[in-house]
């Protein structure tokens, strides 16, 4: 998802992706550590979307303190 997408997002819908794709990494290195993984790239992929949703919750919280 695109930051432009995300940032249409409420802060609960954010909170919300946070929470699946925390699980859905979670799920990944399960799979890698089973050698059951066949895009490891989706890692890194899934870890940069992660970073992106917590920045833009960091930047909503940060504007509604103001």
């Keep these: 998802m695109k930051p432009s997408e995300l940032r249409e997002l ?3 819908e954010l ?19 089973a ?3 066949e895009d490891k790239m989706k890692i890194g992929l899934t870890k940069r979307e992660i970073a992106r949703v917590k920045t833009i919750i960091h930047e909503i ?4 303190g103001k």
């Design 61 to 64: 919280e940060r504007s509604a």
């Design 10 to 12: 409420s802060l609960e």
């Design 35 to 37: 050698n059951q993984l």
């Design 15 to 33: 909170k919300d992706r946070e929470t699946e794709l925390a699980q859905e990494l979670f799920n990944l290195r399960f799979q890698r550590a």
